[in-house]
């Protein structure tokens, strides 16, 4: 008792007042041999948990099946939409180009530009319409070429 009171008397009275005071709990070790013990199988149990498991990959697959099927459809609506949208956007650019070729093929435009840059109407029996052999194919076809001139390169020294 008097060790318990000098330790009471060394911590300040501050501490003293939230020291627990209750009962210790003990604990007893007890060794138990359980190496004589051995597990009996039961196979009724082992082939319920075969049919459990079984049975629970079973729904498993079945889930992940739809999962899968459902975000591939889900998937599949975003690409068809991004395709209409680029259907659309290239529907448009295809009018625009076809408007701009038809307004650049213009002959009242290419005309003016043509006077612009100084060029001039053709005179009567300038244009030879290639064409018109076209329409008349039993008429004899004259054919002509122009002379080839070759020329050697030089060797140098």
């Given at each position: 008792?008097?060790?318990?009171?000098?330790?009471?008397?060394?911590?300040?009275?501050?501490?003293?007042?939230?020291?627990?005071?209750?009962?210790?709990?003990?604990?007893?070790?007890?060794?138990?041999?359980?190496s004589r013990l051995v597990k009996v199988e039961d196979p009724g149990r082992n082939r319920e948990m075969k049919q459990f498991g079984t049975a629970l990959a079973c729904l498993f697959l079945l889930v992940f099946t739809y999962a899968w099927q459902h975000f591939r459809a889900i998937e599949y609506g975003y690409q068809i939409e991004s395709s209409k949208r680029e259907l659309g956007n290239l529907t448009?650019?295809?009018?625009?180009?076809?408007?701009?070729?038809?307004?650049?093929?213009?002959?009242?435009?290419?005309?003016?530009?043509?006077?612009?840059?100084?060029?001039?109407p053709p005179e009567p029996g300038q244009v030879i319409r290639m064409d018109s052999a076209s329409t008349d194919s039993n008429a004899p076809v004259m054919a002509s070429a122009e002379p080839v001139m070759v020329l050697a390169g030089q060797q140098r020294r």
């Amino acid at each position: 008792m008097a060790a318990a009171a000098a330790i009471r008397s060394a911590i300040p009275s501050a501490r003293r007042s939230t020291f627990f005071t209750g009962t210790p709990e003990i604990y007893f070790s007890k060794a138990i041999d359980n190496s004589r013990l051995v597990k009996v199988e039961d196979p009724g149990r082992n082939r319920e948990m075969k049919q459990f498991g079984t049975a629970l990959a079973c729904l498993f697959l079945l889930v992940f099946t739809y999962a899968w099927q459902h975000f591939r459809a889900i998937e599949y609506g975003y690409q068809i939409e991004s395709s209409k949208r680029e259907l659309g956007n290239l529907t448009e650019m295809n009018r625009a180009l076809r408007l701009e070729d038809a307004s650049l093929r213009d002959p009242e435009r290419i005309d003016v530009m043509a006077r612009r840059m100084g060029m001039v109407p053709p005179e009567p029996g300038q244009v030879i319409r290639m064409d018109s052999a076209s329409t008349d194919s039993n008429a004899p076809v004259m054919a002509s070429a122009e002379p080839v001139m070759v020329l050697a390169g030089q060797q140098r020294r």
